[in-house]
């Protein structure tokens, strides 16, 4: 994204470009490893806070570059240490983002588009339709964000997972380039096993990714064990039907060597009956996968309610005794509109509710 016509975003910028683009402007190449330290190390804002370049350089690099950001709108804390963070982009563009705090560390979910074109049928992020894909710059600045709000803890970010508002492989160039960025060297250093992408099943985009020669984990939304459930909960599946997408992640996992995990959240009276778990069995049974159960977080404009505690164990349960590794997720800022999508929209309609009030208390003409 340029910030003004003809603008370069340092940030998506991979190292030998930066190189070449400070050539251009008459500097060292040596002077890109100045910049991506203090880029993505100390998360500085502008030109005038390099202090180790050149001033003349610095003069250049603000007349033809520029250091994106983010502005942070609203968090909301979970009782588990979760928290969702809404950001607004340079263009006024509002994305959610969310910390999650585990044993190992913290994990960031980041958005990889603005709303999100696939129309899961309980997703808030597609109510309002994809809106614009993210550029790797503004997937980074998610990042960078939250290492903003751990660095006074002493601490930063260790995971990524790809799992916000947005099809990550929709945007499929821009999220190959962020995560080639997570894992500069001397920037965010973030290794690839670290590094989780979510589909809703674009299969073309599976197979392409499992050429890439990245070892990152591959998370498919499943959801549903047969096609016609899941014609109904994920439209995706109408193009990408489960004799194309399975093959697909199969392939995967042959490649990589990576297992691939499948995700199943389980709606209540919809995808949860031991019929369903006996039939995940059977599509599952014989390949390197392992299915990631998430207790579904209601979200207001959906009907769909959660499966009880005991029928999460239950289908657990039946898949364990199918031979099919499986795990039930911790739900993860339940209390904190945590499914995607929900604090962007509750936000968003508080501003229109706003707006309504301001225009309401203007006086009559
Ligand atoms: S669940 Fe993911 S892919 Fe499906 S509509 Fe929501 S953001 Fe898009």
């Known amino acids: 994204m340029v910030k003004e016509v003809g603008l370069t975003n340092l940030k998506n910028l991979y190292s030998d470009e930066l190189e070449a ?58 009782e588990d240490g979760t928290i969702k963070y809404l950001f607004a982009l340079e263009d006024g563009q509002a994305i959610e983002t969310v910390r999650m705090k585990y044993r ?21 992020s597609t109510i309002g339709g994809l809106i614009r894909n993210l550029e790797p710059a503004e997937m980074l600045d998610q990042v960078l964000a939250v290492n903003g ?18 099809e990550p492989l929709d945007n499929y160039e821009a999220v190959l380039r962020f995560i080639r960025l997570l894992n500069l060297a001397r920037g965010l250093n973030i290794g690839y096993r670290h ?24 998370a498919v939304s499943l959801h549903a064990p047969n096609n016609e459930l899941r014609d109904y909960l994920m439209p995706i599946n109408r193009r990408y039907p489960l004799e194309e ?22 709606i209540r009276g919809v995808n949860d009956s031991p019929r369903e778990a006996r039939e995940l069995v ?18 207001k404009e959906r009907e769909f309610q959660p499966t009880s505690p005991e029928g999460v164990r239950r289908f657990a349960r039946l898949l364990g005794e199918g031979g099919i590794p499986a795990t039930i997720r911790r739900e993860l800022g339940g209390d904190i509109d945590a499914a995607c999508g929900q604090l962007r929209r509750k936000v968003l309609a508080e501003a229109r509710l706003g707006d309504l009030k301001d225009a309401t208390d203007a006086e009559p003409k």
């Not at 370049?53 to 979970?78: D, M, N, Y």
């Not at 980041?110 to 129309?119: E, F």
């Not at 709000?149 to 947005?166: C, D, I």
Request: proline share 4%; charged share 15%; hydrophobic share 45%.
């Open 21 to 78: 683009f400070l050539a251009n402007l008459g500097a060292e190449r040596f002077r890109a490893a100045q910049l991506v330290e203090w880029l993505y190390g100390r998360g500085i804002q502008s030109f005038s806070e390099m202090t180790n370049l050149p001033v003349a350089l610095r003069s250049r690099l603000a007349e033809v570059a520029f250091i994106s950001r983010l502005k942070k709108l609203a968090e909301a804390k979970g």
């Open 104 to 124: 190992y560390g913290h994990a960031v979910c980041v958005s990889t588009q603005v709303g999100c074109r696939m129309a899961c049928r309980f997703c808030a």
């Open 149 to 166: 709000e751990l660095a006074p803890l002493g601490q930063r970010v260790g995971r990524v997972v790809l799992m916000g508002s947005g």
């Open 195 to 218: 590094i989780t992408l979510s589909t809703s099943g674009v299969a073309p985009g599976i197979i392409r990714l499992a050429g890439e020669g990245l070892p990152i984990t591959l």
């Open 245 to 266: 997408l399975l093959p697909a992640c199969h392939d995967y996992a042959d490649r990589t060597g990576r297992r691939v995990t499948f995700e199943y959240t389980l």
């Open 282 to 299: 059977r599509l599952l049974s014989g390949h390197l996968a392992h299915v990631n159960l998430i207790p579904l977080n209601p979200v």
